[in-house]
């Protein structure tokens, strides 16, 4: 399968600075990616999608301004958690989705970054 | 929001197949049916999806029904590193809400 990476695989930061997390897909190009949250013991929620060089989509609750997603070229999507607080304490999760071609209605996953705040 | 569900967990002997199976009675005609699976803090790994006929790979196979109200995933012969849980998804290939999903045990 396609390859999809994400830095860092885990931080620690302190209440109220903001990190960042990168999704990159490795082998091919993605045209939409995807950023998930998953608490503990729970399912993958859904937070937003974006398409290459569009704003994002939210899911419903989930506050556009805290966060922040870019993804400006076709194997780049980024995540900045802003102002985090220990409830944003999660594992995010991205995936990516190649959009043509044989492969274009699978979806990839990377590996997840464990955030910590505290 | 999740449109399928799925027995919260099972077990399977090591060796046996595994069937897990999945309802998705509201499934639209443009959708397909996704099965990943996810082991313990890692990202969700892609097994197989459909539309309408069954699938093979080498990891599984897809059985979906005729109505394409259920379908039923197939580990032919399970492993201890087959433990995971395994979320069955319908959607057109865009956004996936996930489900809670089968926790599944291979037991040696």
């Known amino acids: 399968g396609a390859v999809v990476s994400q830095h860092p695989s885990w931080v620690i930061c302190k209440s109220g600075t903001s990190v960042k997390i990168e999704c990159r897909s490795l082998?091919?190009?993605?045209?939409?990616m995807f950023w998930y949250r998953q608490f503990p013991k729970q399912s993958l929620m859904l937070m937003a999608t974006?398409?290459?060089?569009?704003?994002?989509?939210?899911e419903q609750g989930v506050e556009k301004d805290k966060f922040l997603i870019n993804h400006a070229s076709l194997t780049l999507s980024t995540l900045t958690v802003t102002s985090a607080h220990p409830e944003d304490s999660s594992f995010y999760i991205c995936?990516?989705?190649?959009?043509?071609?044989?492969?274009?209605?699978?979806?990839?996953f990377g590996p997840g970054t464990r955030l910590t705040v505290t | 929001d999740a449109k399928t569900t799925q027995p919260t967990s099972m077990d399977c002997a090591e060796g046996r197949a595994a069937n897990l199976p999945c309802n998705h009675s509201?499934?639209?005609?443009?959708?397909?049916v996704y099965w990943y699976r996810q082991i313990h803090s890692q990202g969700p790994q892609y097994i197989i999806h459909?539309?309408?006929n069954n699938e093979t790979n080498e990891m599984a196979s897809l059985i979906i029904t005729e109505d394409r109200k259920s379908s039923t995933l197939i580990l032919p012969h399970a492993t201890l590193r087959d433990t995971a849980v395994y979320y069955c998804?319908?959607?057109?290939?865009?956004?996936?809400?996930f489900g809670t999903g089968t926790s599944l045990t291979v037991i040696p």
């Open positions: 082998d091919f190009q993605a045209t939409t």
């Open positions: 459909g539309l309408k």
């Open positions: 509201t499934i639209s005609g443009n959708e397909y």
């Open positions: 998804i319908t959607s057109t290939g865009n956004q996936f809400y």
């Open positions: 974006s398409n290459e060089g569009s704003k994002a989509t939210y």
């Open positions: 995936s990516a989705r190649a959009g043509l071609g044989r492969r274009q209605h699978e979806q990839y």
